[in-house]
């Protein structure tokens, strides 16, 4: 069972992104899975979060319009989407699945913001 964050890297402020983390082990469809982020000497702050059944968003008012969270469960693949980006956006982002019973972490991929 894992989690594997992938596509993070450096852009210039205005530019987009897009992480994917990809499961094994257990279906995306039946965990509520978000994405986390976590600045350097900051806590780590919720940026999407999408419910296992209605497959219902949302998303805090730092990133509401710019980030898009969505899920393919063909590929058990959870994506964000990062447009607009701005320095303040430089973090780890973590992909995060909690069910019932367990929850599991990825191990992070880095989005830095600079010009």
């Known amino acids: 069972v894992q989690l594997v964050e992938s596509g993070g890297g450096l852009v210039q402020p205005g530019g987009s992104l897009r992480l994917s983390c990809a499961a094994s082990g257990f279906p995306v469809s039946g965990y509520a899975m978000r994405w986390y982020r976590q600045a350097p000497g900051r806590a780590r702050e919720l940026v999407a979060a999408m419910t296992s059944t209605s497959g219902s968003t949302n998303y805090p008012d730092s990133v509401k319009g710019r980030f898009t969270i969505s899920r393919d469960n063909v590929k058990n693949t959870v994506y964000l989407q990062m447009n607009n980006l701005k320095p303040e956006d430089t973090a780890v982002y973590y992909c995060?699945?909690?069910?019932?019973?367990?929850?599991?972490w990825g191990q992070g991929t880095q989005v830095t913001v600079s010009s």
């Open positions: 995060y699945a909690g069910g019932t019973l367990r929850a599991y």
